[in-house]
C-alpha cells in the first residue's frame, strides 16, 4: 500500500515538472536563437542553474523572483515568457559574472546567484 501511494506520488511530481516546462513551438525557436551563442559548457552551466533554482520551471515563483533562474520580476519589466527569461538571464550573468560558469561556480559556493 505505501508503495503504491510513494509510486503515484513521485509519478504525480514528475508530470507536474514536465508540465511546468513546457514551452510553446514559437518560444522554443527564440530560445534556441537567443542561446546559439553559448558554448556547450556555457549551457550546461545555465541548465545547472535552471535546475537549482526552479527544476527548470519558467513559472516558479519565491517572493521577489520569478521564473526558470529566479529573476527578480522588475527585471523582466512584465514580460514572463520564457523567451523573455532566458533573454533576461544572459544579460544579468553576463553583466554580473561575465560567463555562466564563473556565475555557477559562484552559486556553488553561495547557494544563490
Known sequence: MVTDVTSSLVSSNVTT???????????????????????KKQKKAKNWIAYHESRYNYRARNGHCYGRYQLLKSYLHGDYSPANQEKTAN???KGRYGSWTKAKSFWQHHHWY
Request: aromatic share 4%.
Open 17 to 39: 515538472a514536465q508540465a511546468s516546462t513546457k514551452v510553446s513551438a514559437s518560444q522554443k525557436k527564440k530560445i534556441a536563437k537567443i542561446n546559439a551563442g553559448l558554448s
Open 91 to 93: 544579460k544579468y550573468v
